[in-house]
């Protein structure tokens, strides 16, 4: 049958032995003869299976499935017919083979998985496995994206090479705070030169998927407190920055800047709106435009620091964004995974229009 796929057929011993033929009616039991061809039954395509390289067209009343590459031409061409094995009972009944048919590829199934985790803060998370992380939305994540990427291989991807070697899975987890307060841990994405890999680049997942030989699936996936706040200014259309947020803020400059908001925006005494509007336009040129959107979503309000509200903001949109930002996380990972052998870059949220359902991640107003 060529290529690396397989008809399983319902009668035959490999999918579904059938121990009666079924009892087609009389009205559908006579045969009808294609030109050149062996005949076929007035229920011929009564089950369908389809792949990237095959069309396999099921006849139990002919016994038979036939196999056909698919073309433009939507013509079949009739590449083979495949018979029930002769001892089996739909060979004997002489009807009943290709009830059902599904072709199975050929597939690669994972070796191992090994799952890293690290925190750039130094100080938030207790552990450095799933078990013994803190319950947080990061966790959550973890779990998610763990749990996805499980199943997606559980659903048997195909070989991207005519090999049998397993995939070796590396997953990463990187938990990525807004503001810098400790010593980033030293950890490395090693991208190995190799022929046939796709590789991914976004500022949420980074990936290496495929090789030669010994094949691996390589990811990183980025829980970047800055880069979930970019992305929601920008689909706020507050601004229209760069959309990709490598960088954490100094605590201190973070301080510098809520002082600057409680000054100009806050404490500003003019009823002119006028006035206040320059104010507002001159304080968003010199706070970044994520910090600018998380501000104006914090409760404003000086009857408590206002500092206490940016991080109470802050941990409400971490919370709010999960269930969004897990969806991107895995809709990054099929694509790459889906994939051949390319380059694929995002760099902005918007880039990802139309693949990305911009509802279920853009969250609404925090007040």
């Avoid at 009205?27 to 229920?43: D, F, R």
């Avoid at 973890?142 to 005519?162: G, W, Y």
């Avoid at 938990?175 to 950890?187: A, C, D, F, K």
């Amino acid at each position: 049958m060529g290529g690396a796929s397989k008809i399983l057929a319902a009668g035959s011993i490999a999918l579904m032995p059938i121990a009666v033929a079924p009892a087609w009616p009389d009205a559908v039991a006579g045969l009808k003869c294609l030109p050149a061809s062996p005949c076929v039954s007035a229920i011929f395509g009564v089950s369908i299976a389809l792949s990237d390289a095959w069309l396999a067209i099921g006849d139990p009343v002919a016994d038979r499935v036939i196999l056909d590459p698919p073309n433009a031409a939507n013509i079949v061409v009739r590449r083979a017919d495949i018979v029930p094995p002769p001892t089996t009972s739909a060979a004997i009944a002489g009807r009943g083979f290709g009830q059902t048919v599904t072709i199975q590829t050929k597939i690669c199934k994972v070796k191992n998985m090994a799952t890293r985790i690290f925190d750039e803060s130094g100080i938030t998370l207790s552990g450095t496995t799933l078990d013994t992380l803190q319950e947080s939305p990061f966790k959550a994540y973890v779990a998610a994206v763990s749990q996805h990427v499980t199943s997606k291989l559980e659903m048997a991807k195909p070989c991207r090479s005519r090999s049998d070697t397993a995939y070796r899975v590396m997953l990463t987890f990187v938990y990525r705070p807004l503001v810098e307060t400790g010593v980033r841990p030293s950890w490395a994405f090693n991208r190995p030169r190799s022929e046939n890999v796709t590789r991914l680049h976004s500022p949420w997942v980074q990936s290496d998927i495929g090789g030669s030989g010994d094949q691996y699936i390589n990811v990183i996936f980025i829980w970047s407190e800055r880069q979930i706040l970019l992305d929601q200014a920008i689909l706020s259309v507050d601004r229209s920055d760069q959309g990709n947020a490598t960088d954490r803020i100094d605590e201190r400059d973070l301080d510098a800047m809520i002082e600057d908001y409680t000054q100009s925006i806050l404490l500003e005494t003019s009823s002119d709106p006028d006035v206040r509007d320059l104010v507002s336009e001159s304080i968003e040129k010199r706070i970044p435009q994520d910090v600018f959107w998380l501000f104006r979503r914090a409760w404003q309000s000086t009857l408590a620091p206002f500092s206490v509200e940016v991080h109470y903001a802050l941990d409400i949109t971490m919370q709010s964004a999960l269930e969004g930002y897990i969806y991107l996380s895995d809709l990054l990972f099929d694509i790459s995974l889906e994939s051949k052998n390319r380059e694929i870059n995002y760099d902005d949220i918007r880039e990802l229009e139309p693949k990305l359902d911009m509802s279920r991640y853009k969250l609404p107003d925090l007040r």
